[in-house]
């Protein structure tokens, strides 16, 4: 019973992760890509390193692994803040789909590259 | 048993998979903050294997790996950032 609930751990873990890495590559925008990659690959992560959690079911081990859990739900959404606000600054074009800019007029002019102003 | 079926059949092609399709979008991305998001992945991706590798042999000394790893991605990628603040991309 406790390999099932392992086993369907790893495998909803490593399919997030896979899924994260196919919207990677066919998504068409950085920014897209990052809202696909950010999230599921906190997930998989996370599950993951419960299944390690539930494997060991030791003290120990399962508090590193909840500390590491906790440390990769916070540090994931800046290091992806980071990406897209350096990458919207250096004037990344955005998909020709996309519908809403609200970043748009919000910087000085020089701040933002001439090909963003352009547009 | 059912365990080392499942890792060895799903759980290790499905993140070996995810590393790959990672890697060709580090290798095509456009702009360089591409491929600082196909780093991000392939780093997540590196630190599920160590995981689940952990589970397989049994040696939980593994997990503060897996940990140091996420440590070290993070920081490359703030700063990786910082580096195009300064300087701009390609």
Redesign the interface.
């Given at each position: 019973m406790k390999?099932?609930i392992?086993?369907a751990l790893?495998?909803g873990?490593?399919?997030f992760?896979?899924f994260?890495?196919?919207g990677?590559?066919r998504m068409p925008d950085?920014f897209l890509?990052?809202s696909c990659?950010s999230k599921a690959?906190t997930l998989?992560?996370g599950l993951?390193?419960t299944?390690?959690a539930v494997?060991?079911g030791?003290l120990d081990?399962s508090s590193?692994?909840l500390?590491?859990i906790g440390?990769?739900i916070l540090?994931?959404p800046?290091?992806s803040h980071?990406?897209a606000r350096?990458?919207y600054?250096?004037g990344?074009p955005l998909w020709e789909g996309t519908i809403a800019d609200e970043m748009r007029g919000r910087y000085a002019p020089g701040a933002v590259?001439a090909q963003r102003n352009k547009e | 048993?059912?365990?080392r079926t499942?890792?060895s059949f799903?759980?290790?092609p499905?993140?070996a998979?995810?590393?790959?399709?990672?890697f060709?979008?580090l290798l095509r991305g456009p702009?360089l903050?591409?491929r600082?998001?196909?780093f991000?992945?392939i780093a997540?991706?590196s630190?599920?294997i160590i995981?689940?590798s952990?589970?397989t042999s049994g040696h939980?000394v593994l997990?503060?790996a897996?940990?140091i790893w996420?440590?070290i991605a993070?920081l490359s990628?703030?700063a990786f950032?910082w580096y195009?603040?300064r300087k701009?991309?390609i």
């Open positions: 390999e099932i392992i086993s790893l495998v873990g490593a399919g992760i896979f994260a890495a196919l990677v590559l950085i890509r990052l990659t690959s998989g992560i993951l390193l299944a390690l494997h060991f030791e081990v590193r692994a500390a590491t440390f990769i540090t994931t800046v290091a980071r990406i350096v990458a600054l250096d990344v590259t | 048993m059912i365990l499942v890792t799903v759980v290790f499905l993140l998979g995810a590393l790959v399709l990672a060709v979008r702009h903050a591409d600082i998001v196909a991000d992945l997540v991706a630190a599920g995981v689940v952990a589970i939980s997990l503060d897996a940990s996420a440590v993070f990628v703030i950032t195009i603040e701009g991309g």
